[in-house]
């Protein structure tokens, strides 16, 4: 039970994020959440099946919305990471 909350919230996350279209808020919280994650390596984010499967459909709802990158773009953006 507890994992479907904490999915339900980084849904609700990603979808407050999708909306924000001030630069600078953007900036900050995308600042902020780099700095926690810092600390953390690949091998220490571990997905529980049920999460990997919600990731999918929010994939596909994204993907049917348009809300895509181009391979091009996302070379672009992975340079500043």
């Known amino acids: 039970m507890k994992s ?3 999915q339900a919230r980084k849904l609700q996350l ?3 994020l999708l909306g924000v279209q001030d630069e600078k ?3 900050k919280l ?3 959440i780099r700095k926690s994650l810092s600390g953390f390596k690949a ?3 571990v997905f ?3 999460e990997l499967i919600a990731r999918a459909q929010f994939s596909a709802k994204q993907i049917k919305k348009g809300q895509v990158l181009s391979h091009e ?3 672009k953006q992975s340079k500043n990471w």
């Open 43 to 45: 091998k220490d984010i």
């Open 4 to 6: 479907e909350s904490i």
């Open 25 to 27: 808020l953007f900036n």
């Open 30 to 32: 995308e600042s902020d």
């Open 48 to 50: 529980t099946k049920n």
């Open 73 to 75: 773009d996302l070379e």
């Open 14 to 16: 990603i979808e407050y």
